[in-house]
């Protein structure tokens, strides 16, 4: 049972537009929530993050939302630029002794058409 | 900046060969992990370490085993490699944090199994 879902498996946006993407979760004991970004045959780079504690965080072009009610998370980049294009995974993490693990999403490649 | 290395970006071995993948992080972390990732099934968490010549089984720990005789190396041994443990190999390490903790990869293993 996926316990971090991202639904759309593909996304295309424009350069110079938003582009979102969504994460869906269903454990209630996650609490720390990340997006990395992944180039093909390269290993996945941190991007952003956000405790439960905030609705929003922001770090230049990247704004992550939380709504813990929806148990919804989504990736706001803005402008988008061709670079940006890259698989996106979300991941999650609950706090508590032994939490060590995070759990991701199957990703979302992102396509930033020039 | 963290960095975490792996001893090779790709690697072709045959079928029943013993495989070592070797990873190598430098920022004293206390918690490690190896993922594979495939085609549409994202990041699946092998086994991990949370401590030297501790080891915890993942999602997915059939086939492999691991060793972690010091803080900064973990390593993941294929006993007999199979043509479906073709796949990129993640090694990641995190500090442990009190639930806040963020993973930080290394740039992969290509292994190919004929």
């Known amino acids: 049972d996926q316990q971090v879902k991202q639904n759309s498996p593909s996304l295309s946006v424009q350069e110079g537009r938003i582009s979102i993407l969504n994460c869906d979760y269903t454990n209630s004991m996650f609490d720390y929530f990340l997006w990395y970004k992944k180039y093909p045959a390269e290993g996945p780079t941190f991007l952003i993050s956000i405790s439960s504690i905030k609705d929003k965080n922001e770090d230049g072009r990247f704004t992550v939302f939380l709504n813990k009610s929806a148990k919804h998370l989504s990736l706001h980049i803005v402008p988008s630029q061709p670079g940006d294009s890259a698989v996106y995974f979300c991941a999650a993490t609950g706090s508590g002794a032994g939490s060590y693990q995070l759990t991701f999403g199957k990703g979302t490649k992102l396509s930033v058409i020039p | 900046d963290v960095k975490v290395t792996q001893s090779s970006r790709y690697l072709v071995k045959r079928t029943g060969e013993k495989v070592f993948l070797e990873c190598v992080q430098d920022?004293?972390?206390?918690?490690m992990f190896w993922y594979r990732q495939d085609p549409g099934l994202g990041l699946r968490l092998i086994y991990f370490s949370y401590d030297v010549k501790m080891k915890e089984k993942g999602d997915i720990p059939e086939g492999y085993s691991v060793s972690r005789e010091k803080k900064e190396r973990f390593s993941l041994i294929l006993e007999s490699a199979s043509t479906n443990q073709t796949s990129m190999y993640l090694c990641a390490s995190s500090r442990r944090d009190g639930g806040e903790e963020t993973q930080y990869f290394g740039p992969g293993t290509r292994l190919l199994v004929l």
């Open positions: 920022m004293d972390h206390e918690n």
